[in-house]
């Protein structure tokens, strides 16, 4: 399908370029499934339309590299995966110049980091301009991952700008859960859905001997996926405590409207069964060691900085089952629990939320056509709860049809019957969401881990300080930035902001929702001073 391989429409380099537009009907933030859907969507109807993305191709983390992909071996990824093509065929015929529909009513702008939105609606974002670099052979790379040699871009400059939306669809997705546990921070541990960036993008493995920890569907996904791609899995951990599976059991009814997708979970389980790898099941006290029984550390040093101090290198994972404690050798643990709203835009723009019991997360609030708080601001896909890359494209579509409506480009009559199939299969989507949350929800001692456990890796903020603090009678987490900066650093609190939460709440007695999150402001990811001096002239 040659037609997906690349996007090479000008404006997708060059802001400058000829049609580039400083004002939009629509400006869609994020090119994952819900944003593509949207994209394609809107300009169907008639709108003007700006998609914006941090990556060099659209995608989102789902569908990441679905066109220029290096894997040689597309059973590796599986259907689930290629069904992205269609997505990315319906954007690249939306861009197309000689399209008698859409011609020049979308701009997509990649490498595009949204840092801001202004209360006049003006969306400030950061571009990056890209050069090839050859991507490394599989001889020279030492993946056992059988690769496909391309060009993949690199960023070499950035430049910020501004552009007007009288409509914003913010499609931002998710992000994985941070998991803190103790040794979490150790070279070799990684999430799972970084090994999954990667196999799609690179066609590369992390090292071996690995194990793979946590719960849910994803790490049985990317456990099958590594597997098939010829990597040697030491074993799988699984985090999920007993009794989830009896608890779960009243969601069953509305999970059975959504049998391929339940099937697809059993046969995952089967896979990994087949190709005998070995599985443990509720596996608690998870601990990521430098050292193994009563050896030494083991130490990276690097030559060029002879005066730094030698880094700590991960050697085994300790587990323990039915109170019997495991050890295992690794060189690499990828460990997931879950995902989970990407709400840092959302919350910058001082959007409502709400908190997700089942998920253990805050979502921005937002009604069935996805309209937020805000009346000129919409969400859809993961960003906006959790419900996965089908759900997230109905939902995109659903959106993009209700701001075509409020725009004047539909009547009432024909958004109701141009929304209505895709409800449907929004609504058997969404069926099976409470049994999985249900099921996978993460066990207590990720929520609220021991106090030794680094939580905010920014400014090295152990739990044990954040209960400390929270017993001193503050009034949620963005007071713990006065007592100790966690929330302050480079990730803005990305990575400890739903931990700390939680800390809070446990030590006060309280539910998350009335603890709160951190109040986030622009920008809302770093950027340079001259970037912003730029801007300003």
């Not at 969507?41 to 659209?58: F, I, K, M, S």
């Not at 801001?116 to 056992?144: H, L, R, Y």
């Not at 099937?263 to 193994?292: D, F, P, R």
């Given at each position: ?65 679905i066109g220029p992909t ?122 799972c859905g970084s090994a999954?960036?990667?196999l799609k993008q690179s ?335």
């Open positions: 399908m040659n037609t997906t391989a690349s996007l090479s429409i000008e404006t997708q380099q060059n802001p400058n370029a000829a049609g580039a537009q400083s004002s939009y009907d629509l400006v869609i933030i994020g090119a994952g499934p819900a944003g593509m859907s949207a994209a394609s969507t809107a300009c169907q109807h008639g709108l003007r339309v700006a998609l914006l993305d941090e990556q060099p191709n659209p995608g989102g983390q789902i569908y990441r590299a290096a894997l040689q071996d597309e059973k590796v990824l599986g259907p689930d995966y290629y069904a992205g093509r269609q997505l990315l065929a319906d954007l690249h015929q939306a861009l197309d110049s000689n399209n008698a529909v859409t011609q020049g009513l979308l701009h997509y702008f990649s490498g595009s980091m949204v840092w801001s939105i202004e209360q006049d609606q003006s969306v400030c974002f950061s571009q990056q301009t890209f050069a090839a670099t050859n991507s490394a052979d599989s001889e020279n790379s030492g993946s056992p991952v059988k690769q496909t040699p391309q060009t993949n871009p690199m960023a070499t400059s950035n430049t910020s700008r501004r552009i007007n939306a009288n409509k914003i669809l913010i499609a931002t997705g998710a992000m994985e859960r941070p998991v803190p546990f103790p040794g979490w921070t150790l070279p070799g541990v990684m999430t999954q960036i990667l066609a590369l493995a992390p090292k071996m001997p690995l194990v793979l920890a946590g719960s849910g569907p994803l790490l049985l996904l990317i456990a099958a996926q590594l597997h098939r791609a010829g990597v040697e899995i030491s074993a799988v951990l699984d985090t999920t405590p007993k009794g989830r599976y009896r608890k779960a059991l009243k969601y069953l009814p509305g999970a059975l409207k959504n049998l391929p997708l339940l099937k697809k979970g059993l046969e995952l389980l089967l896979e990994l069964k087949q190709a005998g790898i070995h599985y443990e099941k509720h596996v608690t006290g998870l601990k990521a060691l430098s050292c193994s029984d009563g050896q030494p550390s083991v130490k990276a040093f690097d030559p060029a900085k002879p005066d730094m101090q030698p880094i700590e290198l991960l050697q085994q994972v300790e587990y323990s089952v039915n109170g019997k404690i495991h050890h295992r050798p690794c060189q690499t643990l990828l460990v997931h629990q879950g995902v989970v709203p990407n709400v840092q835009l959302s919350r910058a723009l001082r959007l409502g939320h709400q908190w997700n019991t089942l998920q253990q997360c805050w979502a921005p609030e937002k009604n069935t056509w996805g309209r937020s708080s805000h009346a000129d601001i919409f969400i859809a896909g993961d960003g906006g709860g959790i419900a996965g890359a089908k759900a997230a494209e109905y939902q995109g579509k659903i959106a993009a049809l209700k701001i075509a409506q409020t725009l004047g480009y539909l009547t009432e009559d024909q958004l109701l019957k141009h929304a209505e199939p895709f409800r449907s299969l929004l609504d058997k989507q969404q069926a099976i969401r409470p049994f999985l949350d249900q099921l996978y929800q993460p066990a207590d001692e990720f929520l609220t881990p021991a106090d030794d456990t680094l939580v905010c890796r920014c400014e090295e903020v152990t739990a044990g300080e954040i209960r400390a603090i929270a017993a001193k009678g503050i009034a949620g987490p963005n007071q713990t930035k006065a007592f100790c900066r966690s929330g302050m650093g480079p990730c803005q609190g990305r990575m400890c902001g739903l931990t700390v939460s939680n800390l809070i709440a446990e030590v006060q007695g309280k539910k998350p929702e009335e603890v709160g999150y951190y109040q986030i402001r622009s920008p809302i990811k770093p950027l340079t001073l001259e970037e912003l001096a730029d801007l300003a002239q």
